[in-house]
């Protein structure tokens, strides 16, 4: 079979895209802190898309057999993780299925974990379960980050209810290893907290490195934990609104089973047919996805040592964030506003994603080299 080749359209085309990312901001600011790619979409993800168009099926989402079908066999090729498709539930999306699994088993002012620097929408998602967020954050050292045992230990030991972890984490790109989800969920046991993975940038992990699915980590695991899945990020269809959620505990599952019957009708159509020929038939093009972002994790590498400036960025172990360390520049003000006035480009501040953050900036490499190199000539511009 031919390589997939894997395209970015040039800048004037992505400019005429409506999707958030194209719209935030005026044309002469390189928007670079979504978590979207700018790669055409894979041709099993089009040509299902496609198929519903031609055939006027827009309607509501009913059964979708096909779905768990393609995620279990997905599931099972990528990381050895036996799935039951028939136990697969489906919300709109990530946050939608942490929030409604969290109302079935939570009390307003309750505490929920979380391990910074991280998604901040974690912080959105708990405010509105109107609970309290408390912070375990992760340890760093040379940018090399990992689960604070210690601090997840005292805060668990404080009241905490659920703890939502980002496995693989984003915005630092790590992984965490069999051993250590097992002695979370050991931890999780003591305390009698429930863990929520949110998994959905599994799919984007690098070749050299192993992705556990939390789930498959130990019995126990599956006796604390819930899993949420999706294509969406992988696939690069975020805005289609599938995801997927997993319990393979009974008591786990009985809670699965309460969840509103509109969490799974308030997902689209398009999301879940497009996320099942994804998992099915995508997994040629995600292979080249990830040599391509291989490749970009490198340039940006290679662009940031070359430049002479001391900024920090240690490659991602999974999916396409530069996140970049300007501690020691002791750059000063709002961040995200000196780089749109200063660089005319966007980037995330490291303090959206908690206190932690501070010091960094996360930027999107899924895109073309032209606009790697160009962003990071931007951001050096400002930094400078
Ligand atoms: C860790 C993480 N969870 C969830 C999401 C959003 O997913 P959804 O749109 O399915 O809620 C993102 C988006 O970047 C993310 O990085």
Redesign the pocket.
């Known amino acids: 079979m031919d390589k997939i080749k894997i395209s970015v359209p040039p800048l004037s085309a992505l400019q005429a895209r409506k999707s958030e990312k194209w719209r935030a901001f005026p044309a002469d600011i390189l928007p670079m802190p979504f ?1 979207v790619m700018d790669y055409e979409l894979a041709e099993p993800v089009q040509a299902a898309l496609m198929s519903l168009v031609q055939n006027s099926d827009a309607g509501y989402l009913g059964n979708v057999p096909e779905l768990g079908e393609a995620l279990s066999f997905f599931a099972n090729d990528r990381w050895g993780w036996q799935i039951d498709p028939s136990t697969i539930k489906i919300a709109a ?4 299925g942490v929030i409604e699994i969290c109302r079935l088993i939570l009390q307003p002012g309750d505490k929920i974990l979380i391990n910074t620097p ?2 901040y ?1 974690f912080y959105n998602w708990i405010k509105e379960l109107h609970c309290e967020v408390v912070d375990a954050p992760l340890a760093e050292k040379e940018l090399r980050y990992c689960l604070d045992f210690s601090a997840i230990e005292a805060a668990y030991a404080s009241g905490v209810k659920v703890h939502i972890l ?1 496995n693989p984490h ?1 915005p630092v790109g790590a992984l965490f290893t069999k051993s250590e989800l097992a002695e979370l969920a050991d931890l999780a046991k003591q305390y009698g907290v429930r863990i929520m993975s ?1 998994e ?2 599994a799919p984007l992990v690098y070749k050299e490195n192993t992705f556990t699915p939390f789930l498959s980590a130990s019995e126990t695991a599956r006796e604390v934990g819930f899993a ?1 899945l ?1 294509a ?2 992988a696939f690069n269809i ?1 805005g289609l609104k599938c ?1 997927q959620i997993v319990a393979q505990s009974e008591e786990n599952m009985a809670i699965l089973g309460r969840l509103p019957l509109a969490v799974h009708s308030r997902a689209s159509l398009f999301g879940a047919i497009a996320s099942a020929a994804a998992y099915r038939d995508g997994i040629p093009w995600l292979d080249a996805v990830i040599d391509e972002l291989d490749g970009s994790r490198k340039f940006l590498k290679e662009l940031i040592s070359t430049s002479g400036v001391a900024i920090g960025y240690r490659m991602p172990e999974a999916s396409y964030f530069g996140w970049l360390d300007l501690r020691k520049l002791e750059f000063q003000g709002d961040v995200a506003s000196r780089f749109i006035t200063e660089g005319k480009i966007a980037i995330a501040p490291g303090n959206f994603y908690g206190p932690s953050g501070n010091g960094f900036i996360r930027m999107n490499f899924a895109t073309s080299k032209e606009i790697i190199q160009d962003a990071v000539q931007r951001i050096l511009s400002v930094v400078q």
């Open positions: 978590a999306d990530v946050g939608v991280v998604y929408n980002c984003n949110d959905i940038h949420f999706s969406t990020k975020a995801a």
